[in-house]
């Protein structure tokens, strides 16, 4: 393609996935698959590749989520809540760890692997031991401060065993199936339109001005990760992941630690068959580096971790499973 045609497409790409991440994120209600949706990010990427000058700060690629909305206070993050990056086959991934190998300087390694869950990502504040904000992920940077709606949420404690000033747990809420399913044959009494896919209902039931009406919808939280925190010294995910379970918040339990990206790549396939009988959506497997040193020496990107990566489950799947969920309402 010729430099005028692919500028002008750099743009139309920007352009569209613009307006599907304003649909996905800030209205809730996708109007295209998440695949079509990754498959027009990465032309977008491939083309910001060949040309780094044509990359600019307003470029989706250089921001996670979208706008945030009015509505709700806005809370400034202490650390930024990032997105991941995300492969779509072994080769992929098998790039991704030799890229980590190389970065370590040939150090052994360990991955924890856990089930990408297909929700909202929350940062959750506790000062001594006292639940005070929720905050959504938002731009990253900037969220909504959602702490009455995630009052609602009866898997998240109140109160934690700790007396620091400070501890941020980040995690995702989600709609459990059985919860979604219902709320969508509601939906469909009522004469309303139904949500696409338990994580749109999800954000949708989050955001609602009205905490009565979050708390009607029955969500649930998975703890896994840890944010801007005072006086917690843990030196893994691992660790992370068992400190969270003492803290009676509830860890995905599909959780496995491997050595090698065999043992990874196993794994992932492993769900090749199961993933969908699960009591909650997932759109992936999520491979993080399990030392926290290690994490620190491989760094971010302003957008993602350079120390994990999302593999996401094949189009085929996705699409029928978008498609499956809107045929059996
Ligand atoms: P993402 O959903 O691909 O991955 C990052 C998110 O994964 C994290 O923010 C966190 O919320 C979540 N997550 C779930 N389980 C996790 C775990 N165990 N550990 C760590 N994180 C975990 O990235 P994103 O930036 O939230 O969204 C981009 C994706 O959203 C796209 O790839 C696409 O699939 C979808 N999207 C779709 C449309 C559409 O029109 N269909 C539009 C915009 C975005």
């Known amino acids: 393609m010729d430099t005028i045609k692919l500028q002008a497409r750099l743009l139309e790409l920007r352009k569209k996935i613009d307006e599907l991440s304003y649909q996905y994120y800030t209205l809730d209600t996708p109007t295209m698959t998440d695949y079509e949706y990754d498959m027009m990010y990465r032309e977008l990427e491939d083309i910001e590749r060949e040309h780094p000058e044509w990359v600019t700060p307003d470029s989706p690629t250089q921001r996670v989520g979208s706008k945030i909305s009015g509505g709700f206070e806005k ?4 650390r930024p809540m990032l997105s991941l990056g995300d492969v779509f086959n072994d080769e992929e991934l098998t790039e991704f760890d030799q890229r980590v190998r190389h970065d370590l300087g040939g150090e052994e390694l360990e991955y924890v692997v856990e089930l990408k869950i297909d929700g909202l990502a929350v940062n959750l ?5 006292r639940f005070v904000r929720g905050v959504t992920r938002g731009d990253g940077r900037v969220g909504e401060d959602i702490t009455n709606n995630v009052r609602t949420i009866r898997t998240i404690p109140l109160r934690i065993d700790s007396d620091s000033p400070h501890i941020e747990i980040r995690g995702e809420v989600y709609m459990p199936v059985r919860s979604f399913e219902k709320l969508n044959a509601q939906r469909r009494d ?4 139904p949500f696409a896919n338990p994580r749109n209902a999800a954000a949708g039931s989050l955001r609602q001005m009205d905490p009565q009406i979050t708390a009607q919808r029955k969500l ?6 840890l944010g801007g925190t005072i006086g917690i010294e843990i030196p893994s995910q691992e660790a992370l992941l068992e400190d969270l379970k003492k803290f009676r918040f509830q860890v995905n339990q599909e959780y496995r630690k491997f050595r090698t990206i065999e043992e990874v790549i196993r794994f992932i396939h492993s769900w090749d068959d199961r993933r969908d009988s699960l009591p909650y959506a997932t759109d992936g497997i999520v491979v993080k580096v399990n030392s926290f040193a290690q994490q620190a020496r491989l760094g971010n990107t302003v957008k993602i971790p350079r120390w994990a990566i999302a593999y996401k489950f094949p189009p085929e799947q996705a ?7 809107s045929v059996s309402l």
């Not at 809370?75 to 202490?78: A, E, G, S, W």
């Not at 649930?220 to 990760?225: D, E, G, N, S």
Request: net charge negative; aromatic share 20%; no cysteine.
């Open 125 to 129: 504040i506790y000062e001594q031991g």
């Open 220 to 225: 649930a939280f998975f703890a896994y990760a």
């Open 75 to 78: 809370y400034t993050h202490d």
């Open 319 to 325: 699409q029928t499973k978008v498609l499956g969920i």
């Open 190 to 193: 009522d004469e309303l339109e």
